[in-house]
Nanobody, 120 residues
């Protein structure tokens, strides 16, 4: 299983970006999907998650500005980021828990990261 993240870039404060993460390979189910981010000099931090049923959760720092969503048919995860702030600058990583068959427990996989830079 491989995850490919895309959509990062340079944006001015107040702007928007949409990140995508596509999973490929042998996939039976993906019960949970997450976005994390790692700012310069800081540890990786959880941003948002969404389950198969679609219930999202957000870190307080992004609540009301970010929207996580998923397309189960395409094994794709999205993160719509609005009202971006300079402190949102980070490498964003997608994370998925994937079962390759009905007999396998979910395993964690990570994308390669995509850089988001917000200028003031």
């Amino acid at each position: 299983v491989q995850l490919q993240a895309s959509g990062g870039g340079l944006v001015q404060a107040g702007g928007s970006l949409r990140l995508s993460c596509v999973a490929s390979g042998r996939i039976f189910s993906v019960p949970a999907m997450n976005w994390y981010r790692q700012a310069p000099g800081k540890q990786r931090a959880w941003v948002a998650d969404i389950t198969t049923g679609g219930s999202p959760n957000y870190a307080d720092s992004v609540k009301g500005r970010y929207t996580i969503s998923r397309d189960n048919a395409k094994n794709t995860l999205y993160l719509q980021m609005d009202a971006l702030k300079p402190e949102d600058t980070a490498v964003y990583y997608c994370n998925m828990y994937v079962s390759e068959s009905r007999y396998q427990s979910p395993r964690a996989y990570w994308g390669q990261g995509t850089l988001v830079t917000v200028s003031s």
